[in-house]
Every structure is written in structure tokens, then in C-alpha cells.
């Protein structure tokens, strides 16, 4: 974010004779009325810069860019965790359940093979299915990701991938490794647990306790930007606290239960 100063502008009082002529007085007030325009302006400038927030600059990596192309479909819903964050401020967007947005979650249910959901389906949770449709639409293959409606099922996929040694996603808990764009930061009830236990109790607690996932969309500014399906009723930007290596900091109201390298993309 550019900062502009304001320009400062001296004035001087100073005794002058009681006569003088208008034009002359004309000019001066002329002169410092623009000097006062400009600063104004200027303000008005870096204002409007701020409004916008850093996270209107779109990301490079194509899954990241996906994802963040979702996010503005649906009208930048936020959310800000620690406070104000480069100008965004926590804001609604637009609901899943009115058109054509809620057709829109249906396309994301139809990349996991159901088509006959969408928004206004009730008791379907689709921030699983809007990952998967954000795999696909990024060129990401069914064989290194699939497309599931459910976290817990795509990441046990994932976890089964790695042991086997053909994995292009690789599974951290959150204090081993920095998130960047195109990978997904995930919270869950059991946290990172999974990390240290044997094959089949790791699987069983990722794919029983993971609660949601987000793609990462930016890192910069102290946090890890993350766009998120079925939050807020919409697809929502995230923003959560990064500590100083860039890994995810403790967040209110989320247990960090690993963050998902993408080598995909």
C-alpha cells in the first residue's frame, strides 16, 4: 500500500500596510485555496486506497486464483481475525440461497457427483465440495486430489497418497510449515494429534474431526488470506493471524489441525 504524505503548507502572519490592492489579495487566497484542494484530494486518494485492502491484488498461483475469483462472484465476504487488516474490515456478501448463487453450489456439488444439490439444500454443508470444484477448475487431476464433498474424505485420500509416495499434496501440522498460495489451511477438533499417531488412528482422526478448510489465496501484512466455502452463508475470505515465520498463529474460535502443501499447481 502506497502512503502518501500531505503536503505541508507554511503560512506566515506578518504586519502589511492597510492598503492593498483586491487583485493582489485575490491571488494569495487563490493560490492557498488550491494548496488546500490538493491536500484534500491527495487525502481522498490514500483513503480510497485503504478501503480496498491488499487483498484486491489477485493471486498468481492458478488454484489460489480460482478460489479468489469465487470469493468476488460472491460479493468479498470477510471475515478479519485480530482486528482490522490492510482495510478490510469484517462485511457480508451475497447468500447461498438466493440465485444465481445458489445454482453456483450446485456446480460445486456437481464436481463430487451430486448434481441435485445447491445452495438451498438443507443439511448439506458444501465447503468440502467448494474445495474439490477449486482442485478441478485448476487443472488438478481426480488421481492427485478427489473430488469429494467431505474434508475428512479428500484428506485421508491425501494422507494415503503421501505414505505411498505419490503424493503432488503434502500434509504438515501447522508449526512445521508456512502456508502459501494454493494451499489449504484446515482446523479441526482433535488439532494436530494426527501428526504423531500411528497410520490407522491418524487417518481415524482426520477423517472424523477435521471441521473445515480454506485456500489460501495471499500471504502478506501479518496474515494468511484464505477463502473458504459455506462460511457465512457464502464463499468467505478469512483472514487469519500468521506468526512471524508466516505459520498459522492462534486464532480464536479454530484448532489448527494441519495445513496442506500444494505442489499441484
Same mark, same amino acid.
Given at each position: 500500500?502506497?502512503?502518501?504524505?500531505? !503536503?505541508?503548507? #507554511?503560512?506566515?502572519?506578518?504586519? +502589511? !500596510?492597510? =492598503?492593498?490592492?483586491?487583485?493582489?489579495?485575490?491571488?494569495?487566497?487563490?493560490?492557498?485555496? @488550491?494548496?488546500?484542494?490538493?491536500?484534500?484530494?491527495?487525502? $481522498?486518494?490514500?483513503?480510497?486506497?485503504?478501503?480496498?485492502?491488499?487483498? #484486491?491484488?489477485? !493471486?498468481?498461483?492458478?488454484?489460489?486464483?480460482?478460489?479468489?475469483?469465487?470469493?468476488?462472484?460472491?460479493?468479498?465476504?470477510? &471475515?478479519?481475525?485480530? $482486528?482490522?487488516? $490492510?482495510?478490510?474490515?469484517?462485511?457480508?456478501?451475497?447468500?447461498?440461497?438466493?440465485?444465481? =448463487?445458489?445454482?453456483?453450489?450446485?456446480?460445486?456439488? $456437481?464436481?463430487?457427483?451430486?448434481?441435485?444439490?445447491?445452495?438451498?439444500?438443507?443439511?448439506?454443508?458444501?465447503?468440502?465440495?467448494? &474445495?474439490?470444484?477449486?482442485?478441478?477448475?485448476?487443472?488438478?487431476?481426480?488421481?492427485?486430489?478427489?473430488?469429494?464433498?467431505?474434508?475428512?474424505?479428500?484428506?485421508?485420500?491425501?494422507?494415503?497418497?503421501?505414505?505411498?509416495?505419490?503424493?503432488?499434496?503434502? @500434509?504438515?501440522?501447522?508449526?512445521?510449515?508456512?502456508?502459501?498460495?494454493?494451499? =489449504? &489451511?484446515?482446523?479441526?477438533?482433535?488439532?494436530?494429534?494426527?501428526?504423531?499417531? #500411528?497410520?490407522?488412528?491418524?487417518?481415524?482422526?482426520? #477423517?472424523?474431526?477435521?471441521?473445515?478448510?480454506?485456500?489460501?489465496?495471499?500471504?502478506?501484512?501479518?496474515?494468511? +488470506?484464505?477463502?473458504?466455502?459455506?462460511?457465512?452463508?457464502?464463499?468467505?475470505?478469512?483472514?487469519?493471524?500468521?506468526?512471524?515465520?508466516?505459520? =498459522?498463529?492462534?486464532?480464536?474460535?479454530?484448532?489448527?489441525?494441519?495445513?496442506?502443501?500444494?505442489?499441484?499447481?
Amino acid at each position: 500500500m502506497n502512503v502518501i504524505d500531505n !503536503p505541508f503548507v #507554511d503560512v506566515r502572519v506578518s504586519w +502589511q !500596510p492597510a =492598503l492593498r490592492s483586491s487583485s493582489h489579495v485575490t491571488v494569495r487566497l487563490s493560490a492557498l485555496f @488550491l494548496l488546500v484542494l490538493i491536500a484534500l484530494i491527495l487525502n $481522498g486518494c490514500g483513503s480510497a486506497d485503504r478501503s480496498h485492502g491488499y487483498a #484486491d491484488r489477485p !493471486p498468481s498461483n492458478r488454484t489460489a486464483y480460482v478460489a479468489w475469483e469465487e470469493w468476488t462472484r460472491f460479493g468479498r465476504s470477510t &471475515v478479519v481475525y485480530g $482486528g482490522r487488516a $490492510g482495510g478490510y474490515i469484517n462485511r457480508s456478501g451475497m447468500s447461498e440461497h438466493s440465485e444465481p =448463487l445458489s445454482s453456483r453450489v450446485g456446480d460445486y456439488w $456437481g464436481s463430487c457427483g451430486h448434481p441435485e444439490w445447491n445452495g438451498r439444500t438443507a443439511g448439506r454443508p458444501w465447503s468440502g465440495a467448494f &474445495v474439490s470444484w477449486v482442485m478441478a477448475h485448476s487443472g488438478v487431476p481426480t488421481s492427485s486430489f478427489p473430488r469429494a464433498g467431505r474434508h475428512g474424505q479428500y484428506l485421508t485420500a491425501l494422507y494415503d497418497h503421501e505414505r505411498s509416495g505419490r503424493a503432488s499434496f503434502l @500434509l504438515h501440522a501447522p508449526n512445521e510449515y508456512a502456508p502459501k498460495e494454493g494451499d =489449504l &489451511v484446515c482446523s479441526g477438533t482433535a488439532g494436530p494429534t494426527w501428526r504423531y499417531a #500411528d497410520s490407522r488412528t491418524a487417518r481415524r482422526r482426520i #477423517d472424523y474431526t477435521v471441521s473445515h478448510c480454506d485456500v489460501v489465496t495471499g500471504v502478506r501484512g501479518g496474515f494468511i +488470506q484464505a477463502v473458504g466455502g459455506n462460511v457465512k452463508n457464502s464463499v468467505t475470505m478469512s483472514l487469519y493471524p500468521a506468526d512471524s515465520r508466516g505459520r =498459522l498463529a492462534p486464532t480464536p474460535g479454530k484448532l489448527w489441525m494441519m495445513v496442506v502443501e500444494n505442489r499441484a499447481t
